[in-house]
């Protein structure tokens, strides 16, 4: 089952009473402001600023932590992959190949700000529903085709893993074990090919639905947004931190100590 990332928007906090379409321009910019910055010391800033947000959003930390696994998961071999093959000077060498301690620098460097980044994004959709998201991401003018693909594919991604399990009960039911096998090679062909047709067709049938009742390639919906001034608050404080990551980013961090970091 995926991680259906609003299974928790109910939770009461400040970040779920924060009008949708405030909370996705601040933190969403505050996410596009770390991703610039390029010094350790501020990075671990913005680790920690997503974190509070993360801590202000009420989420469960086992459902946070059940995704961070896997993110991580695959960010670890870059302190492998980077140290080994960075282009610069080596300080020594590991088993004939060169280690860089610039290439270390580089991947703490890309395991923290993406961590900060993913932490972010938990925020801002883990703390409202998701289709309200999308529909206050259509509110700040963002492609209608864009939002509609994007709230289309995490709505059934759902459905597509349901048919799948659906498809291996009634394999399992007929007597099908995974081997490692020409005959077991063959059935997972066929069974992915059967499930992209099923897909498809499920597709047809759920737009042509659509189109009977009335959908022209928009959002038609009830919700009304309505923003305070805390809402303007908690914007303003976030696009601050913000603009003080990249300032200081573009002025060279805090301390000469810490300059070798850099």
Known sequence: ????????????????????????LSLGSFAFGV???KTLP????????????????SLPYHFIAHAMKWIIFFLLPF???????????????????????????LATLIFIKANAIVLTTFAIFGSSRFDISMIALQHLKCPKVLVQMTLFTYR??????????????????????LKTDMY???????????????????????YNAMLSKGYQGEFHTLV???????????????????????????????????????
Do not use: C
């Open 35 to 37: 991703a610039l910055v």
């Open 156 to 177: 059934y991604t759902f459905v597509f893993l349901e048919e799948m399990k659906r498809m291996q009960v009634a394999m399992r039911a007929r007597g099908f074990v």
């Open 224 to 262: 009304r947004f309505k923003s305070d001034r805390s809402d303007y608050i908690k914007a303003v404080i976030v696009l601050g931190i913000t603009i003080a990551l990249l300032v200081g980013d573009l002025s060279g961090g805090f301390t000469p100590a810490i300059q070798g970091w850099y």
């Open 1 to 24: 089952m995926p991680l259906d990332i609003d299974r928790y928007s109910h939770l009461a906090s400040p970040l779920q009473r924060w009008d949708p379409r405030f909370k996705l």
């Open 79 to 105: 302190f492998l992959i980077m140290p080994l093959s960075y282009p610069g000077e080596a300080a020594y060498h590991i088993l004939g190949l060169p280690f860089a301690w610039e290439g270390l620098r």
């Open 42 to 57: 501020l990075a671990l800033v913005a680790l920690l600023v997503a974190l509070i947000l993360l801590k202000l959003s």
């Open 184 to 206: 077991t090679l063959r059935t997972m062909g066929n069974f992915v090919g059967t499930l992209l047709v099923r897909s498809f067709e499920r597709t047809e049938r759920v």
